[in-house]
């Protein structure tokens, strides 16, 4: 039993793309299959489809290189971090995103932005 199945998902992905393979699985939950719509809707993941009660996440890359170069863990069970419309900043000086848990669903950073929003930081990527 994991203590932070988000951080487990972001490593499985991580993995996927380090050891190149097109298809990663991971547990579902309604949390993950949210953080990874919005992968997708962001352009860092090919699509997803849900087998058995279990994430087929397909991974995309580009002239076979990984799309998505880093993705980080931010907020963790112990450690919490918020933060209100105003204090989100840019990632990569705009070349990346963070995924936001606001109180309207889940989205990024710039998206939250638009709509006001602030909430807890899921992860960075870029």
């Known amino acids: 039993m994991s203590t932070d199945p988000i951080a487990d998902m972001l490593t499985t992905i991580r993995n996927g793309y380090l050891t190149k393979t097109k298809k990663v699985l991971v547990p579902r939950s309604k949390f993950k299959e949210e953080i ?13 489809k849900i087998i058995e009660g279990r994430l087929e996440i397909n991974l995309k890359y580009k002239n076979r290189k990984p799309v998505l170069e880093q993705i980080k863990r931010v907020s ?20 990346g995103i963070s995924i936001i848990s606001t109180p309207k669903g889940v ?5 939250a932005k638009k ?8 992860c960075l990527v870029w």
């Open 107 to 111: 989205m990024t950073s710039q998206d």
């Open 115 to 122: 709509k006001g929003l602030g909430g807890e930081i899921i």
């Open 36 to 48: 990874v719509k919005t992968l997708i809707e962001a352009g860092y993941l090919e699509n997803y």
């Open 76 to 95: 963790k069970p112990g450690l919490r971090v918020y933060k209100p419309n105003k204090k989100i900043g840019r990632i990569r000086s705009g070349f």
